[in-house]
């Protein structure tokens, strides 16, 4: 029988025994590769000054083109976060940053616009005016918002509460202000807007809320057919694309430019009135309830706040508009082809173009005549 080697016992300085064969190897420090070291430097965001990033928070928001834009930057960091809701930049949000759906309205939207009106932002009080004037029922709150945007020049504002005047939205009938409407309406078309000078120049074709002066009204409707040619232009939409062969026809008022072979587009649809379409579609279709009647161009929405509020046309019956300006459009893109007499005898057209009013018909409604 063998004997068992017995394993040499080795203490190490510290009094402590450890088997020979399991020595240990001391490694050198300068053998292991350090850690990667971590960036911990001061993020060069907080190094701008806040007067630099609210003036470039301040073109975003003048040029955003829908309201994710901003969003995401309410959502980057608090600092941004902080900086992008304070009231000057707040007050220069653009139409389309603002630009709420009917389908996503909610008491935070209901807020946020809120905040930016009071901020200064005049299309927040327009839009806001507008929703809470035919939408909510607010009639005296939404009536101060748009004239808040009114007396700041804002054009929209100022054309929206010349139709209130002429309709007397909101009143009786006998609340109508034609005199006032004629000078609100004038004012919106000093300031350029399209559907004023169009509303003006008919009223001073036909002689409503002013004295009739027929060549004056002709420049006005000339001049609002320039202006919507020159947007067309600066849309940057190709020539041939609405632009075709003109007919030869005879003309005695003043056309539209698709008369004159200009299949012009329609112009873009403000947000305020996107919503008020939008909101009615989702709550009944065309009608608002009791025997309430929207207006029958599609990128205007103002319903009707009493019965037989709207001018109706004389010869079909069937559509009817807050305003000329509505029915002009309208029949340029759509009325034009669908209008038929409901008897042969219905029409009274005068044959010159011209819109016409008459009041006091026997179902209480004020009728147009088509434009020829």
Same mark, same amino acid.
């Given at each position: 029988?063998?004997?068992?080697?017995?394993?040499?016992?080795?203490?190490?300085?510290?009094?402590?025994?450890?088997?020979?064969?399991?020595?240990?190897?001391?490694?050198?420090?300068?053998?292991?590769?350090?850690?990667?070291?971590?960036?911990? *430097?001061?993020?060069?965001?907080d190094s701008i000054p806040?007067?630099?990033?609210?003036?470039?928070?301040?073109?975003?928001?003048?040029?955003?083109?829908?309201?994710?834009?901003?969003?995401?930057?309410?959502?980057?960091?608090?600092?941004?976060?902080?900086?992008?809701?304070?009231?000057?930049?707040?007050?220069?949000?653009?139409?389309?940053?603002?630009?709420?759906?009917?389908?996503?309205?909610?008491?935070?939207?209901?807020?946020?616009?809120?905040?930016c009106a009071d901020a200064?932002?005049?299309?927040?009080?327009?839009?806001?005016?507008?929703?809470?004037?035919?939408?909510?029922?607010?009639?005296?709150?939404?009536?101060?918002?748009?004239?808040?945007?009114?007396?700041?020049?804002?054009?929209?504002?100022?054309?929206?509460?010349?139709?209130?005047?002429?309709?007397?939205?909101?009143?009786?009938?006998?609340?109508?202000?034609?005199?006032? *409407?004629?000078?609100?309406?004038?004012?919106?078309?000093?300031? *350029?807007?399209?559907?004023?000078?169009?509303?003006?120049?008919?009223?001073?074709?036909?002689?409503?809320?002013?004295?009739?002066?027929?060549?004056?009204?002709?420049?006005?409707?000339?001049?609002?057919?320039?202006?919507?040619?020159?947007?067309?232009?600066?849309?940057?939409?190709?020539?041939?694309?609405?632009?075709?062969?003109?007919?030869?026809?005879?003309?005695?008022?003043?056309?539209?430019?698709?008369?004159?072979?200009?299949?012009?587009?329609?112009?873009?649809?403000?947000?305020?009135?996107?919503?008020?379409?939008?909101?009615?579609?989702?709550?009944?279709?065309?009608?608002?309830?009791?025997?309430?009647?929207?207006?029958?161009?599609?990128?205007?929405?103002?319903?009707?706040?009493?019965?037989?509020?709207?001018?109706?046309?004389?010869?079909?019956?069937?559509?009817?508009?807050?305003?000329?300006?509505?029915?002009?459009?309208?029949?340029?893109?759509?009325?034009?082809?669908?209008?038929?007499?409901?008897?042969?005898?219905?029409?009274?057209?005068?044959?010159?173009?011209?819109?016409?009013?008459?009041?006091?018909?026997?179902?209480?409604?004020?009728?147009?005549?088509?434009?020829?």
């Amino acid at each position: 029988m063998l004997p068992v080697r017995q394993p040499k016992r080795v203490f190490n300085s510290a009094g402590v025994f450890t088997p020979a064969g399991k020595r240990r190897r001391c490694v050198s420090s300068s053998s292991i590769s350090p850690a990667p070291a971590t960036n911990t *430097g001061p993020d060069l965001l907080d190094s701008i000054p806040d007067d630099l990033v609210v003036s470039i928070l301040c073109r975003l928001a003048s040029t955003s083109r829908c309201p994710a834009d901003f969003v995401s930057v309410l959502m980057t960091c608090k600092r941004l976060k902080s900086l992008a809701t304070c009231p000057y930049v707040l007050s220069r949000l653009s139409r389309k940053a603002i630009a709420v759906k009917a389908q996503n309205w909610s008491e935070s939207a209901h807020r946020f616009l809120k905040r930016c009106a009071d901020a200064g932002s005049l299309e927040a009080c327009y839009t806001l005016g507008m929703i809470r004037f035919y939408c909510l029922q607010n009639r005296g709150n939404g009536a101060s918002l748009m004239a808040k945007a009114a007396i700041n020049s804002h054009a929209p504002a100022l054309y929206s509460l010349a139709v209130i005047q002429f309709n007397g939205s909101g009143g009786s009938k006998n609340d109508k202000d034609l005199r006032a *409407g004629v000078a609100l309406c004038a004012r919106a078309a000093f300031l *350029g807007h399209v559907d004023a000078l169009r509303e003006l120049g008919h009223c001073l074709q036909d002689g409503y809320g002013v004295p009739q002066n027929v060549s004056e009204g002709r420049r006005f409707l000339v001049q609002a057919n320039a202006r919507e040619l020159a947007a067309v232009l600066s849309s940057g939409i190709e020539a041939r694309s609405w632009l075709t062969l003109p007919q030869p026809q005879i003309h005695h008022g003043c056309p539209l430019l698709s008369d004159f072979g200009c299949n012009v587009p329609a112009p873009e649809t403000h947000p305020a009135n996107r919503f008020l379409a939008d909101w009615f579609a989702l709550r009944g279709g065309d009608s608002p309830g009791d025997g309430l009647r929207l207006c029958s161009h599609g990128g205007c929405g103002r319903p009707e706040i009493r019965k037989h509020e709207f001018r109706r046309c004389s010869v079909c019956g069937v559509v009817n508009y807050c305003s000329r300006a509505c029915q002009a459009l309208d029949w340029k893109l759509r009325h034009k082809m669908d209008c038929a007499p409901a008897e042969q005898d219905a029409a009274g057209g005068d044959g010159e173009g011209n819109v016409q009013i008459e009041e006091g018909n026997v179902n209480g409604d004020n009728v147009l005549v088509p434009m020829s």
